[in-house]
């Protein structure tokens, strides 16, 4: 038997759960733990504020597809942290955040910066606990990465007594969890080839956590093997490659009248992983509730996720990949009907990618061509919360190999610490962060953490001076009369040199070209500040004629 600390046994049981990184902020709350990873395997990699720790965290759990992990002290630092876990749990991605929290002789006295974490995050995550005993820090552990990956996948807290880490104990680490897949039966997949077989304009609907490479692989086959059109959930639009004959664009926000038909013409729809939430549905208005009238087959991880919006024709309780397998390689009727439908799809898919061309010296048009032809097969594109974001995720098309890392909850501020974490994940590969300049100053400090750890990504910045998303509401609302949506930046240039990137503003659209070879030739990542028009809102949409649709 060894004795450590609990500290210690803590560090030890994420190693026998094969964490090999972890995102924090250091505090004194959790001092036994620091220590304990001094001579781990588990690299810590030190952000600047707890919101880039749980944004980092999610965003490792949602590229790798192993939970994220993040540490952070108590009080302050928690509440801070709670932004990542919103995004976590709508994203259905799995995560674990410890807290340090003070010494179980000192809770509910108030103690400084005490908190009630079971309180706090109960509703915010799967499940929120704490530890009050070294001895019970294996089986504790065990079970958050239990509960953080079965079913829906998404954020488990455990608050850290500083005593409790202090502590010591003879306990061993328990061995690594193994999460079951719940598995549809043989007459789930008879009634389902049934119902495509006799569907004239079927739409598989994809989306969710949980996905793995052979259920993505498995998702491309059974599509264009039989014609059948494929929507991805807003903002899962890698799950498939765009390139495939059968997408035909996501359902999220901003939702395109194609998507739009698609989801509300359907006969049958196939709803894999998804949660039926509030963009996918465009606000609940492209299905009766709570019996629509097309016949939905949901398949879902969790049970609890069966029901508890659209009541299914035919509810599956599977996880995507078990599914998908067992769908294996089913053949359907051959059906001009479901061929033309898929085709007539397509093609508006198609036809909605190109953007017009934008006023101003810098079209970004006529960029999001030339990085597509540009970029690797492999990129990584990761993104925040803003108009900005339309560029990236309705403008380009993902390959088979690349990854899309963004918020389905809408957060600002996630781009750059995604990013920071897909590198530390794959140094090799290319990872361009997008944002505005509103959504990137939520954490432009985690341009520190990428100077430190070596691990710098291509950060494109659209400055357009103004928070650009509520100013297309507010024009829309109260047209003309401007309030709070302007913004006075810093130079962002200077700002991302200072932090050992290289960057360059770039003022029309002859420069870009030549600035992002350079800036992907940089060994030290790149930021791009590119000067866009303020008069667009969005791509489509300029201010006078959002005043406009209201007069």
């Known amino acids: 038997m060894v004795e450590r600390s609990g500290g210690e046994l803590l560090v030890a049981c994420l190693e026998a759960q094969g964490v090999t990184t972890a995102f924090g902020v250091p505090g004194e709350s959790y001092l036994a733990v620091l220590d304990g990873l001094v001579d ?51 994203d259905s991605t799995a995560m674990i955040l410890f807290v340090g929290q003070a010494a179980m002789e ?21 499940w929120a606990t704490q530890i009050e005993s070294a001895d019970r820090i294996p ?9 953080a990956q079965s079913g829906r996948p998404g954020p488990v807290v455990i608050a850290l007594p500083e005593n409790v880490l202090s502590a010591r104990s003879v306990a061993e680490p328990g061995r690594p969890v193994r999460i079951p897949q719940p598995s549809p039966s043989r007459f789930d997949i008879d009634e389902t080839l049934d119902l495509l077989d006799r569907a004239e304009q079927p739409l598989l609907l994809v989306g969710g956590g949980g996905w793995t490479p052979e259920a993505r692989s498995a998702l491309a086959a059974f599509a264009e093997r039989n014609d059948v059109p494929v929507a991805t959930a807003f903002r899962f639009h890698d799950l498939i490659d765009n390139d495939s004959s059968c997408y035909v664009g996501d359902a999220g926000v901003g939702m395109l009248p194609h998507v739009r038909r698609a989801i509300t013409e359907a006969d049958v729809i196939l709803a ?9 549905t465009d606000a609940w208005t492209l299905f009766d509730l709570p019996n629509p009238t097309q016949t939905i087959v949901h398949i879902h991880a969790s049970d609890r996720e069966l029901g508890k919006v659209v009541q299914a024709n035919l509810p599956i309780h599977a996880s995507p990949g078990a599914f998908l397998a067992e769908l294996g390689g089913a053949t359907l009727r051959p059906s001009n009907g479901r061929s033309e439908w898929r ?16 006023p101003g010296p810098l079209d970004m048009a006529a960029i999001m061509t030339w990085l597509q032809n540009r ?23 993902f390959g088979r190999g690349m ?3 963004a918020p389905q909850s809408g957060s600002m501020g996630y781009g750059l610490p995604a990013a920071i974490a897909a590198k530390i994940a794959d140094p090799e590969r290319m990872v361009v962060c997008w944002a505005g300049d509103g959504d990137l100053q939520m954490n432009v400090q985690e341009l520190g953490t990428a100077m430190q750890e070596g691990a710098q990504p291509i950060v494109l910045v659209l400055n357009n001076g103004m928070y650009g998303t509520i100013r ?37 659209t002859d420069e870009f070209a030549a600035a992002f070879d350079r800036a992907a030739a940089s060994p030290t990542g790149a930021l791009l500040e590119l000067m866009v028009p303020s008069e667009m809102l969005a791509p489509t949409l300029s201010i006078d004629e959002a005043r406009g649709a209201t007069s």
């Not at 085709?343 to 934008?358: C, D, E, H, M, Y």
């Not at 970029?375 to 098309?397: L, Q, R």
């Not at 609302?477 to 360059?504: C, M």
């Open 375 to 397: 970029v690797p097969d492999d990129v990584i594109f990761t993104n925040g919360a803003g108009n900005f974001s339309i560029w990236p995720n309705k403008h380009f098309s």
């Open 139 to 147: 089986e504790l552990i065990s079970r958050a990465f239990a509960t």
């Open 403 to 405: 990854r899309l890392l």
């Open 40 to 90: 781990s395997g588990v690299r810590y990699v030190s952000c600047r504020q707890e919101g880039g720790v749980t944004y980092a965290a999610e965003a490792w759990g949602k590229l790798t597809g192993r939970p994220g992990v993040g540490f952070v002290t108590r009080g302050p630092g928690a509440t801070n942290a709670s932004v990542g876990l919103h995004t976590a749990m709508q």
């Open 472 to 508: 297309m509401h507010q024009e829309r609302t109260f047209p003309g009369r401007v309030s709070g949506t302007e913004i006075t930046n810093p130079d962002f240039v200077t700002l991302a040199k200072a932090y050992g990137f290289h960057a360059e503003r770039v003022e029309s």
């Open 343 to 358: 085709t007539g799809l397509r093609s508006a898919r198609l036809a909605s990618l190109p953007a017009p061309t934008q």
């Open 272 to 280: 894999v992983g998804i949660r039926f939430g509030e963009m996918v």
């Open 106 to 126: 000192h809770l509910e006295r108030e103690a400084f910066q005490e908190v009630d974490y079971r309180a706090f995050f109960g509703p915010l995550v799967k």
